[in-house]
């Protein structure tokens, strides 16, 4: 909504404080806001017999909300301002990058039971896979029998569990000096590459 209202002034409002200056007949009224800002008015009359305290509060907060009203009037129109200027600036031209050159696509690929590298990796022969058959799915676990553990711990919790642990997939890397990396994570760098592709055979 376009406008400053009471309503939304009064939503701001945190908490209201009054105080009467000694020995006059001024009264200040103090509105702390939610975002710890604050902002005061005051009232006073000439004949200290005319004073009459309610009156006094009455006029002070009015004083205070109406610099209030200011403020968020001027916020507003700034914020509209704002976003009327960042509307009217030139856009740059949307690019459209090959789906099948994204991590993204990457992914896919590797559900599916594909190998594949960056172009641009240095070392030579290196690619990634999934750690599931072809017919599973990123999301798919195994459940491994106990002698298919290479780690002792591993081989134990499984017969402790009856023989069999389940397996979470996770990506492997085969490395440019012929190991299987297990639990390959991607660096910022190959997550917004666009030179993925697969490697066949």
Known sequence: MNKVTKESLNGKIKK???MRVPDSTVTICQLELLNGFSVRGESACVDPQNFDSELG???AFQD????LWQLEGYLLKESLWQQEFYDSLPKAPRMHLPLNQSFGWALEMLE??????REGWNGKGMWLSLSVSQENTLAAARSIPADSF???NNRDYAKEQGGYATVLPCITMKTASGEILMGWLASQSDMLAKDWVVVEG
Not at 64 to 67: D, E, Q, R, T, V
């Open 16 to 18: 209201i404080t009054y």
């Open 57 to 59: 509060e009455e006029h």
């Open 64 to 67: 205070a909300f109406s610099k």
């Open 112 to 117: 599916i039971g594909k190998r594949v590298a």
């Open 150 to 152: 290479w780690s002792d």
